[in-house]
């Protein structure tokens, strides 16, 4: 068995660390993301409502959803639910410098209006809203009536 080394640490010691971590804390700056253009893409069900945040192209920069806000069930797929999604994705998007924003709207749930409002009541360049849900058109046809 070896000799133990031990070394003893004063006070003055200690807070010397201390003040080094701190500085190297408070240098460290997080540097805010530009986009001159961005998109809302607001996708309302009946049972929950999924925003996401996307750059020019497409590009998925961030994202929420009713259940990602902390609701559970049912409860998803309320007006509510729509809000909350909004609000945590509006916290998310204080990281960037966004320009101007597109959004876009698809589905037809509860939540659709309520994320709009969030929305809207924030001071944010909203350019245009777009309803993108897709409405069928043609289809199958209906079977001949029965000739008795």
């Not at 200690?14 to 253009?37: D, P, Q, R």
């Amino acid at each position: 068995m070896g000799k133990t080394r031990t070394k003893l640490i004063t006070g003055e010691e200690e807070k010397n660390k201390l003040t080094e971590e701190v500085s190297s804390v408070k240098k460290k700056k997080l540097k805010k993301a530009y986009f001159k253009t961005a998109r809302i893409y607001i996708n309302s069900h009946f049972n929950n409502t999924i925003i996401t945040l996307t750059d020019d192209n497409g590009n998925v920069i961030a994202w929420s959803s009713a259940g990602h806000a902390g609701l559970k069930n049912t409860k998803k797929g309320t007006p509510f639910g729509g809000q909350k999604a909004m609000e945590v994705l509006l916290e998310k998007m204080a990281n960037f410098n966004i320009d101007e924003i597109k959004v876009f709207v698809k589905g037809v749930g509860p939540g659709r209006e309520a994320a709009l409002r969030v929305l809207f009541s924030k001071n944010l360049n909203i350019v245009s809203i777009a309803d993108i849900t897709p409405v069928p058109f043609g289809g199958p046809t209906k079977p001949k009536p029965r000739r008795v």
